[in-house]
C-alpha cells in the first residue's frame, strides 16, 4: 500500500478495514454452487453500478477478449464471468454451439460455417443437432458437466464427453469470427469459462510487445510434432498472425475440417493452423498456467524459467467461486494501486496477498493437496502434532478414512468433501520470507 499522510478517509478506511479483517477470521466457510467459496478478504462492493478500474487500463480498447464456452456447461460456467470478468473488457466475444440471446449477452454459434454435411452427419455433431432441434432447455442433467472442469483421468481432455467432441471443431471458425467482427484490434485473447486471467498484468505483457509483429503466444503443449498453446491455459494472437491464419483456413477450409475430424484436441489444429500460416508459438509458462491457483509448483523451474519470478497471466481448472474471489481480489488491487505505473503481479504476489491470507485456520471439506501418507490418526490435531515435528513440513490433511498427509510444498488447494485440511502458517510465511532473491525475470518474448 501507497504511504501517505494520513486524514479522515484514510482513518475511516483502516477502520473499515479492520472491521472486514475481524469478519473474516470469525467466518465459517459456506458453500456456493456446491463448492467452498474461498473466504473474501473483502466484502463484495463491486456492484454492477460501481464504476471499474479494469475498464479503465491502459490498451484495454485495443483488446479483444474472446471466451469460448458450450451449451453442457454454459449455465454452470458461465454466469460467474458475467457478473465479475467480462465487465472489464470493453470488446469481447462469447461462442458456444448454440446462437442464443443468454442474460442480455449475445452468444455466437462457432460452429456456423462448419461445411452443412459434416454438421448433418458427423458423429461429432449428434449433441450439436439435438441442440439446434430442442435447445439447452432439452439437455439431459447427464449431458451437463457442472461447474468443475478436470480432465478424465490420464487423459488432458475429456475425450468421450459429446461437449469435448465438438468443441475441437470450434477453434478455427472462432479466429476467423472474431476478426470478421473486430478487424482492427492489436491483441485477440481466447479463453475458456474455467480460466482466469490476470488483467492488468495481461495488458502489461501486451504493452512490452510489438503488436504489428505475428505473435502466437500461451503456456506450450506438444501432440505429435505440433507445439502448440494450451487452449485452457489460454492464449492471445497479435492482429498479423491472425490475419494470416484466417487467410489460410478460408483458402483450405475443406482440408482443415478433414484434419479437425481426424484429431481430438482443438487447441492443437488451431496451433498447427499458425504453425503452417507463419507464426510459431511463444513458449509462454510459466506466465500463463495451465493449472489451478490452489496447485501452484512454487519452487517449480522449468524451460529456463523459476515460476516463482515470473509474472503471472492465467489459470485453469477453477470452479465459479474460485474465478469470483479472483476478481474481487484483483479489482482491489487495482484500486489500491491505481497511481501506480503498474499493476504487474508475479507468483511470489499471488502466494503473499492471496494464498497466505486464506489458510489461517484449518478447513473443514478441503484438500491442501498433502500427500506423503504418514499413518492412521485419531484426530486433525494429532495430524497437526505429526507436521510441526517434522521441520520440512508446512501443511497437513486428514482425509476420509483417518489417514494423515503431511507435504513440504506450500499450496492452497481446493475444494474436497470429507477432507480436513491445515497449514503451519509461520512456515508457510517463512518459505516466501526465505525465497531465492528474483533477479530481473520479466516478459517472455
Same mark, same amino acid.
Given at each position: 500500500?501507497? *504511504?501517505?499522510?494520513?486524514?479522515?478517509?484514510?482513518?475511516?478506511?483502516?477502520?473499515?478495514?479492520? *472491521?472486514?479483517?475481524?469478519?473474516?477470521?470469525?467466518?465459517?466457510?459456506?458453500?456456493?454452487?456446491?463448492?467452498?467459496?474461498?473466504?473474501? #478478504?473483502?466484502?463484495?462492493?463491486?456492484?454492477?453500478?460501481?464504476? #471499474?478500474?479494469?475498464?479503465?487500463?491502459?490498451?484495454?480498447?485495443?483488446?479483444?477478449?474472446?471466451?469460448?464456452?458450450?451449451?453442457?456447461?454454459?449455465?454452470?460456467?458461465?454466469?460467474?464471468?458475467?457478473?465479475?470478468?467480462?465487465?472489464?473488457?470493453?470488446?469481447? *466475444?462469447?461462442?458456444?454451439? *448454440?446462437?442464443?440471446?443468454?442474460?442480455?449477452?449475445?452468444?455466437?454459434?462457432?460452429?456456423?460455417?462448419?461445411?452443412?454435411?459434416?454438421?448433418?452427419?458427423?458423429?461429432?455433431?449428434?449433441?450439436?443437432?439435438?441442440?439446434?432441434?430442442?435447445?439447452?432447455?432439452?439437455?439431459?442433467?447427464?449431458? #451437463?458437466?457442472?461447474?468443475?472442469?478436470?480432465?478424465?483421468?490420464?487423459?488432458?481432455?475429456?475425450?468421450?464427453?459429446?461437449?469435448?467432441?465438438?468443441?475441437?471443431?470450434?477453434?478455427?471458425?472462432?479466429?476467423?469470427?472474431?476478426?470478421?467482427?473486430?478487424?482492427?484490434?492489436?491483441?485477440?485473447?481466447?479463453?475458456?469459462?474455467?480460466?482466469?486471467?490476470?488483467?492488468?498484468?495481461?495488458?502489461?505483457?501486451?504493452?512490452?510487445?510489438?503488436?504489428?509483429?505475428?505473435?502466437?503466444?500461451?503456456?506450450?503443449?506438444?501432440?505429435?510434432?505440433?507445439?502448440?498453446?494450451?487452449?485452457?491455459?489460454?492464449?492471445?494472437?497479435?492482429?498479423?498472425?491472425?490475419?494470416?491464419?484466417?487467410?489460410?483456413?478460408?483458402?483450405?477450409?475443406?482440408?482443415?475440417?478433414?484434419?479437425?475430424?481426424?484429431?481430438?484436441?482443438?487447441?492443437?489444429? #488451431?496451433?498447427?493452423?499458425?504453425? &503452417?500460416?507463419?507464426?510459431?508459438?511463444?513458449?509462454?509458462?510459466?506466465?500463463?498456467?495451465?493449472?489451478?491457483?490452489?496447485?501452484?509448483?512454487?519452487?517449480?523451474?522449468?524451460?529456463?524459467?523459476?515460476?516463482?519470478?515470473?509474472?503471472?497471466?492465467?489459470?485453469?481448472?477453477?470452479?465459479?467461486?474460485?474465478?469470483?474471489?479472483?476478481?474481487?481480489?484483483?479489482? &482491489?488491487?487495482?484500486?489500491?494501486?491505481?497511481?501506480?505505473?503498474?499493476?504487474?503481479?508475479?507468483?511470489?504476489?499471488?502466494?503473499?496477498?492471496?494464498?497466505?491470507?486464506?489458510?489461517?485456520?484449518?478447513?473443514?471439506?478441503?484438500?491442501?493437496?498433502?500427500? &506423503?501418507?504418514?499413518?492412521?490418526?485419531?484426530?486433525?490435531?494429532?495430524?497437526?502434532?505429526?507436521?510441526?515435528?517434522?521441520?520440512?513440513?508446512?501443511?497437513?490433511?486428514?482425509?476420509?478414512?483417518?489417514?494423515?498427509?503431511?507435504?513440504?510444498?506450500?499450496?492452497?488447494?481446493?475444494?474436497?468433501?470429507?477432507?480436513?485440511?491445515?497449514?503451519?502458517?509461520?512456515?508457510?510465511?517463512?518459505?516466501?520470507?526465505?525465497?531465492?532473491?528474483?533477479?530481473?525475470?520479466?516478459?517472455?518474448?
Amino acid at each position: 500500500m501507497l *504511504l501517505g499522510q494520513w486524514n479522515r478517509a484514510a482513518v475511516a478506511a483502516f477502520a473499515a478495514f479492520l *472491521l472486514i479483517s475481524s469478519a473474516y477470521l470469525s467466518a465459517q466457510r459456506h458453500s456456493v454452487n456446491g463448492n467452498l467459496r474461498l473466504p473474501p #478478504l473483502v466484502s463484495p462492493k463491486h456492484s454492477s453500478a460501481t464504476r #471499474l478500474p479494469c475498464r479503465e487500463l491502459s490498451g484495454a480498447d485495443d483488446t479483444v477478449v474472446v471466451l469460448k464456452t458450450g451449451s453442457t456447461e454454459l449455465q454452470d460456467k458461465l454466469p460467474v464471468h458475467l457478473r465479475t470478468t467480462l465487465r472489464c473488457y470493453p470488446n469481447r *466475444l462469447i461462442f458456444s454451439d *448454440l446462437a442464443e440471446q443468454y442474460r442480455g449477452e449475445r452468444i455466437l454459434d462457432a460452429l456456423e460455417e462448419v461445411d452443412p454435411m459434416i454438421k448433418a452427419s458427423h458423429q461429432d455433431f449428434v449433441l450439436y443437432r439435438q441442440l439446434q432441434t430442442s435447445g439447452r432447455a432439452a439437455l439431459h442433467i447427464d449431458q #451437463l458437466s457442472g461447474p468443475a472442469s478436470l480432465p478424465e483421468e490420464g487423459t488432458s481432455g475429456k475425450l468421450t464427453n459429446p461437449g469435448w467432441k465438438l468443441d475441437k471443431w470450434k477453434f478455427l471458425p472462432m479466429i476467423r469470427r472474431t476478426l470478421e467482427e473486430y478487424p482492427d484490434k492489436q491483441w485477440y485473447v481466447f479463453l475458456e469459462t474455467d480460466t482466469y486471467i490476470m488483467w492488468g498484468t495481461l495488458l502489461a505483457y501486451l504493452a512490452a510487445l510489438d503488436s504489428s509483429k505475428p505473435y502466437y503466444i500461451g503456456s506450450q503443449s506438444q501432440i505429435g510434432d505440433v507445439i502448440f498453446a494450451h487452449g485452457g491455459s489460454g492464449f492471445v494472437a497479435s492482429r498479423s498472425a491472425i490475419a494470416s491464419a484466417v487467410a489460410h483456413y478460408a483458402e483450405n477450409k475443406a482440408e482443415w475440417e478433414k484434419f479437425t475430424a481426424a484429431h481430438w484436441a482443438g487447441d492443437c489444429v #488451431l496451433g498447427k493452423l499458425f504453425k &503452417d500460416s507463419g507464426t510459431s508459438l511463444t513458449w509462454a509458462w510459466p506466465i500463463w498456467q495451465g493449472d489451478q491457483i490452489g496447485n501452484m509448483e512454487y519452487a517449480r523451474v522449468s524451460y529456463g524459467h523459476t515460476l516463482w519470478c515470473c509474472p503471472t497471466v492465467s489459470y485453469h481448472h477453477l470452479n465459479p467461486s474460485v474465478i469470483d474471489d479472483l476478481w474481487n481480489f484483483e479489482q &482491489d488491487w487495482f484500486s489500491e494501486h491505481r497511481e501506480n505505473s503498474s499493476l504487474l503481479l508475479r507468483h511470489r504476489d499471488i502466494y503473499a496477498k492471496f494464498i497466505l491470507p486464506r489458510i489461517l485456520d484449518p478447513r473443514q471439506d478441503w484438500n491442501n493437496l498433502a500427500d &506423503d501418507d504418514r499413518g492412521s490418526v485419531s484426530s486433525l490435531d494429532e495430524c497437526r502434532a505429526i507436521c510441526q515435528n517434522d521441520f520440512s513440513c508446512v501443511q497437513y490433511s486428514l482425509v476420509g478414512n483417518g489417514r494423515c498427509l503431511t507435504t513440504s510444498d506450500p499450496k492452497l488447494g481446493e475444494t474436497s468433501p470429507g477432507v480436513r485440511s491445515g497449514w503451519l502458517f509461520e512456515r508457510m510465511q517463512e518459505f516466501y520470507d526465505k525465497a531465492k532473491p528474483c533477479g530481473k525475470e520479466e516478459w517472455i518474448m
